[in-house]
């Protein structure tokens, strides 16, 4: 996964890809697992970005269930593997040390690559055939743990040491009786047997050299003390020497004779050191992928679509991340998302970039099932301030300057990141390059995500296929921002609203106001009312998804209870199984075609340039409005204690012409498919039917996954869950939940679209 792609090392550090691959590195067990991690670089080759994030999935699929899966730390024995191709070579005892670590830890990888043969054979296949056992016992031996040659690495080893230790007990014994001979006006204060140079020696006072004879090999700071080698001693002190010389040959032939051992199995040796590098690396992002949740996306087959993304860099902070969700039709190439200052547009950008990359350097991102990411072989970026003092260049210039790169750079298969693309300058030229910028990279087909404070930019969308509006919402209310993206609606700037907040005088802010032209203002009043509309539409959602969870506790009320179990049971399985397929699509289908209708209609006013053509928008917002709230009043009013109404009376009231189909079934006024079901407490019989209905339901519903609790248990529950999800075509996959949403304890399936 260190393919070279167009990706030029400052846009790595604009992104801080290396800081994010370091937050995937801290799940490494040693220094060389870490170093590979961060090595890390985005791959423009599908296939390999695909096979490697199998590899990843995998494991982290083993790791949820069994979190004694572990890497082993193992020390750089490489340069002691380059000395082994020098012949008569001998290794230092640390870096047999080393390499007996090396042999212990693959050793123990091995084991767990083979116990995961059957369970995650992509990353079994990082096994390598261990060397001979043999080997390692003899280095055990032979080296002691603090990389001392000990005494059993050879029975000659030992008879010198013996020897060495006799001759310098010999030698000490009989430098003591000297010294205790001495006067002592001869001696020097606290007289002992010391080492100078090497040699035994004792200290005597200056005055007394004469007297005592030998050889000075050292005096003190104050030269009051001189050490000296009696006469007596100096052939003791040569055999001392003689037989320490005996001994490190004797050392040095055992090195020889173990490095000997492994010269044969250098090759295994570094297949061996490659091994449980790369499964360090491969738990490393495993752990990473589980911690953050992430799905593994579909790399090149078609168009972005991020579902449940965030920001690798803001995962576990003190506050918590809003996810967003960004998905291009096939004939969109260019986002342009406008709206306030601290709405968190350039980080959504970055954070867009971000995953990509990450993705294509083998590492599982933070994303959500159904997610796609293109292979892009090329990444451009100009944001952050760009001014240079040194080359005397405005920070309009040095955006020019920028822009211009990426315009020669960028194409096809590309990904371009433009924050507050235009700014700098006066607002209608700087409108225009932008406009003419993002228009030629839209034909290029490059994918391009700019950001944009200019109204101007906000009608690009009404006039060019292949551009798209965004918008990360605001609290009107309170002025602050929830960084939850909107495709297909542009921002409000609030940029008087803030102003006003802040305490800006009435007078001025009117003025302001009445400057602003007319265009912008009808523009920015269905802006508000379409997100007025929006926010009404949610909170209904809520609303419905609250009735639906409150019959489930119903439901599990009257089981815990136990009043009139079988006769009320029956009651809410006959509720259940009354949802009616048809009546869903079809009050889904109204609210879709109520949300087509206001779209065209803010389309509409986007390319307002008269009051008329603005009037006609707004009347057409309004209209809506009414179509989209009209059936859900209608509706409520019609629902009883239970929340149903008949499919007779659901059409009767929205005026459908359609044939009645023949059923007695009733069915909800809009989908109420919910992402979980809990099947604690219940037989395996009635259980199996609550997973069926949950997935009908989630796949009525449009639903991209759905959470089954089941708890762990005696495994039945489990099982059956599993022997379901198995059997049914419309599941795309399915694994144990993540640790922090119940582990073992639930499963997930990812639904097919």
């Known amino acids: ?152 690495a050879s029975a000659e080893l030992a008879r010198a040491r013996k020897a060495v230790r006799e001759a310098r007990e010999h030698l000490v014994k009989r430098l003591e009786q000297i010294l205790a001979g001495l006067k002592a006006d001869d001696r020097a204060g606290d007289a002992v047997v010391t080492i100078r140079n090497s040699r035994y020696v004792i200290p005597v006072r200056s005055t007394s050299r004469a007297r005592v004879g030998g050889i000075v090999h050292d005096e003190s700071a104050t030269r009051a003390t001189v050490f000296v ?183 096809p298969g590309s990904l371009v990141l433009l924050d507050e693309i235009g700014s700098g300058t006066d607002p209608a030229e700087g409108g225009a390059l932008a406009s003419a910028t993002l228009r030629a990279l839209t034909r290029r087909h490059a994918v391009t995500l700019a950001t944009t404070h200019l109204g101007a930019l906000k009608q690009l969308a009404a006039e060019t296929v292949g551009i798209v509006n965004a918008s990360l919402q605001f609290d009107a209310q309170t002025l602050t921002p929830s960084y939850r993206l909107l495709k297909g609606v542009p921002g409000r700037s609030y940029g008087l609203a803030i102003a006003r907040r802040l305490g800006v005088s009435a007078d001025v802010l009117a003025d302001a106001e009445r400057s602003v032209p007319d265009a912008e203002r009808q523009l920015d009043r269905l802006l508000a009312e ?94 809506a409005i009414e179509k989209t709230q009209s059936p859900s009043r209608e509706d409520a009013k019609s629902l009883s204690d239970r929340g149903w109404k008949s499919l007779e009376d659901l059409k009767r009231a929205r005026g459908s012409t359609t044939p009645t189909p023949d059923t007695r079934h009733l069915a909800p006024a809009v989908p109420v498919g919910s992402t979980e079901v809990n099947l604690i407490g219940m037989r395996t019989d009635e259980a199996e039917g609550a997973v069926l209905r949950a997935l009908d339901d989630a796949i009525a519903g449009d639903l991209p996954s759905l959470r089954i609790v089941h708890g762990k248990g005696t495994g039945a529950l489990r099982k059956m869950v599993q022997e379901v999800l198995g059997n049914d075509r419309r599941v795309r996959r399915f694994g144990f939940a993540a640790a922090n949403q119940g582990g073992a304890g639930a499963t997930v399936a990812e639904l097919k679209a």
């Open 229 to 411: 080698e009696p006469p007596e001693v100096i052939e003791l002190g040569n055999e001392l020497r003689a037989r320490e010389a005996a001994e490190q040959r004797e050392v040095l032939r055992v090195l020889r004779e173990l490095t000997d051992l492994l010269r044969p199995h250098r090759e295994p040796l570094a297949r061996s050191l490659e091994m449980c590098v790369a499964f360090d690396d491969l738990c490393a992002r495993a752990r990473y992928a589980v911690i953050v949740n992430g799905h593994v996306p579909a790399v090149g087959e078609g168009a972005l679509a991020i579902h449940d993304g965030r920001h690798p860099l803001l995962l576990g902070g003190e506050r918590p991340v809003i996810p967003f969700d960004l998905v291009l039709a096939g004939d969109e190439w260019t986002v342009l998302v406008s709206g306030p200052n601290t709405g968190g547009k350039t980080v959504l950008i970055k954070a867009v970039g971000l995953l990509s990359l990450l993705a294509q350097s083998g590492v599982i991102p933070p994303i959500g099932p159904r997610s796609a990411l293109p292979v892009f072989t090329g990444v451009f970026a100009d944001i952050g301030d760009k001014q240079s003092i040194a080359e005397s260049l405005s920070t309009f210039s040095a955006h020019t300057r920028t822009l211009r790169e990426i315009l020669d750079g960028a194409g």
């Open 530 to 623: 379409v997100e007025a509309r929006r926010q009404d539409l949610e909170t209904q959602a809520r609303e419905l998804e609250g009735r639906a969870q409150a019959l489930g506790e119903e439901r599990e009320g009257v089981d815990r209870r136990g009043e009139d179990v079988a006769g009320r049971e029956r009651a809410v399985r006959d509720r259940e199984r009354s949802l009616d397929a048809a009546a869903r699509e079809q009050a889904r289908a109204y609210l879709l075609e109520a949300r087509k209708t206001v779209e065209t209609a803010l389309a509409q006013a986007r390319a307002a340039v008269d009051e008329a053509t603005a009037r006609e928008a707004r009347r057409l917002v309004e209209e």
């Open 1 to 152: 996964m260190t393919h070279p792609g167009g990706i030029a090392p400052s846009v790595l550090d604009t992104l801080e890809f290396h800081t994010a691959l370091g937050r995937v590195a801290e799940h490494a067990q040693g220094p060389l697992g870490v170093a590979r991690v961060t090595s890390r670089r985005p791959s423009v080759h599908p296939p390999a970005i695909r096979e490697a994030l199998a590899q990843v999935a995998e494991l982290a699929a083993q790791l949820i269930t069994d979190e004694n899966i572990r890497a082993e730390a193992v020390p750089d024995v490489s340069p002691a593997l380059e000395l082994l191709m020098v012949e008569g070579s001998a290794l230092e005892p640390a870096a047999l040390l080393d390499v007996l670590a090396l042999l212990v830890a693959a050793r123990a990888v091995g084991t767990e690559l083979k116990r995961l043969e059957h369970l995650a054979p992509r990353t079994a296949a990082l096994r390598v055939e261990p060397l001979p056992k043999s080997i390692e016992p003899r280095l055990q031996a032979s080296i002691g743990p603090d990389g001392s040659v000990l005494d059993g």
